[in-house]
């Protein structure tokens, strides 16, 4: 963590030293933002992977999560010391995870679902 906040958030790294609470160590606006990203871009990707899902199926919404998934890490992966492409790859990763996460639990219900008709019938 150490490494990550002198390259990109160096503010933080030189405050975060003279603070004793635990709590308020990182106390940065653009760094709870970062973090934040991930979850509101996975929850909003879930809410509109669902309405792909009903539309086009699960194989089409797997398709488009992979890809969002895939773009996420490139971009992750290559910042190049800006804060600015660090958030618009975690918001393309968390896109990926909430597609990706619909078609899950829609796949794990139908199996639960199948298997249990199979058992019981």
């Known amino acids: 963590m150490d490494s990550f906040l002198k390259e990109f958030y160096a ?6 030293n003279n603070i004793n609470n635990q709590y308020c160590k ?8 970062f973090v934040s990203s991930l979850y509101l871009a996975a929850m909003i990707g879930s809410l509109l992977a669902s309405t792909v899902t009903q539309l086009y199926g699960r194989l089409e919404t797997r398709f488009f999560g992979n890809v969002f998934f895939h773009l996420g890490i490139m971009v992750w992966c290559f910042p190049q010391q800006q804060s600015s492409m660090l958030m618009v790859g975690c918001v393309l990763l968390g896109f990926g995870i909430g597609w990706t996460f619909q078609v899950i639990i829609l796949y794990i219900l139908y199996k639960l679902l199948f298997s249990f008709l199979i058992h019981y019938n």
């Open 11 to 16: 503010e933080v790294y030189q405050n975060h």
């Open 26 to 33: 990182f106390d940065c606006p653009i760094l709870t933002w």
